[in-house]
């Protein structure tokens, strides 16, 4: 384990990211820590592409209600995916033989580049799928003067 980002783990890397030092760390920083809240933390995974009208993010968020997932615009154009994944009730004569999904609280956040609109940002979710879509600003081509050439 590196204090030290990878540069060489074959993942996808977006200078935009914002590189949390403690993501691999197996605590959230206090001694009584859960380690299913550090999981879920971790493995939120987010896809972000850019088309020519806009950046859009898509995080697979099964069985997370919508109301369970907030979704900001920070100063700084910083864009912040957050939520509660809830644990399953535990009935006192079940016998569990395997526990993988994760639970607890998630959040992921997002450098977002100048030419974004970020009052217009809309978010949606279907089919436990959320999309975040953040629409670009109409970048101004500059104004082009042809001079003549006298002589």
Known sequence: MSLIPSFFRGQRN????????????????????????????????????????AHVFKADLPGVKKEEVKVEVEEGRVLQISGDRRVEKEEKNDKWHRVERSSGKFMRRFRLPENVKVNEVKAAMENGVLTVTVPKAEVKKPDVKAIDISG
Request: charged residues 20%; hydrophobic residues 35%; proline residues 10%.
């Open 14 to 53: 977006n200078t935009f990211d914002l590189w949390d030092p403690f993501q691999d760390f197996p605590f959230t920083g206090g001694a009584l820590s859960v380690p299913g809240e550090t999981a879920s933390f971790a493995n939120t995974r987010i896809d972000w592409k850019e088309t020519p009208e």
